[in-house]
């Protein structure tokens, strides 16, 4: 062997040890989901929930979050407060420690969910400009958290926003309600709204497309999001029109199509969950998707090619994410449940309650 050679076998054995050396979310306890949550009085935190539904690490957060970013790759979560964001904070949950706080600039506010790119390199930001009465996505540098841009999210009220299958895109969930601080969490707009799903180029921001409910259903805010590995679009909203109104609470969109698929239900169901479905998830294998809805004790389950299957009672029920063959749900009981073909089941549970969303690592 030449010295030449040595020398780049060496160098590899390095590289490779270095590469294996890079902490993981093994090295966080193995969590498979994130949530925020509340363990006492005013006390906040950030869980890892492992997939027995045991808690992987319990970290402080200095209010109310909504829910985390998680890094593809590195053990590393961006934890948004709840709407109008006063923080994200960047945590190394493997350590346990605050890496960072991101701070909206002037007129903006975070708005409570954001995205990493796939190589895990930039973070984007969903945010409501308050100057502009539009929504906007913030574009952070996650080597050093510097704010290196923005781009406007192709509507207004951004909520959640998801890296699509394609790696090169954004899903925006435009909520289309105006609100202000100095109005407080008053809806402004609600004569006019006009929520979308907007798709975003991630290297520019470009708009792609966008698609809103028709008329009829202009009320219903599209708020949370889920995304298939066919691309396959599932979106939870929240109607802001009379609640003895039973209107489609889920539907689906595939990229390029013209309009939303809406997921019809039996009425009594839809009048139960009262204009407010929570989260979504798709199974892993892009089958079904459940919609959560908190305000009325439900969860309701979808075949994505064949419609409604059923209604699953869940006190409080909120949080959703794919988990083996279904899914994993959690409430305000601080309670972990599976879903598979029949009723929800318990898995774990912590002392205090889990917040809004679970996402899946």
Known sequence: MGPGLGLTRRALLAGAAAIAAKPGWADAGGPAWLSAALRGRDDWRLIGLRPDGGVAFDLALPGRGHAAAAHPAAPLAVAF???????ALVIDCAEGVERARLTAPPERAFSG?????????LLFSGENAHDLGRGRIGVWDATDWR???????GGIGPHEILRAPDGAS???????????PDSGRQKLNLPTMRPNLARLRMGDGALIETVEPEPALRLNSLRHLAVAPDGTVAVAA????????????????RPGAEGLDWLGAPEA???????????????RDGTRLV????????????????????????????G???AGDGFALTDGAGRVLTLGDGSAKPLGRIDGALDNHLVAL
């Open 81 to 87: 407060a709840r709407r109008p964001g006063a923080f």
């Open 113 to 121: 969910h954001g995205a990493f790119s796939a190589d895990g390199a």
């Open 147 to 153: 704010r290196i841009g923005e781009f406007d999210s």
């Open 170 to 180: 954004l899903i925006v969930a435009n909520g289309g309600i105006l609100t202000h």
């Open 238 to 253: 929240q109607w802001q029109g009379d609640l003895r109104a039973a209107p489609p609470l889920a539907a689906l969109w």
């Open 269 to 283: 169901p839809l009048l139960r969950m009262r204009g407010y479905a929570g989260s979504v998830a798709i199974a």
């Open 291 to 318: 919609a959560t809805g908190p305000r009325g004790g439900l969860a309701l389950v979808f075949d994505i090619a064949r419609g409604f299957k059923r209604a699953v009672e869940a006190a409080d029920v909120c």
């Open 320 to 322: 959703a994410a794919p």
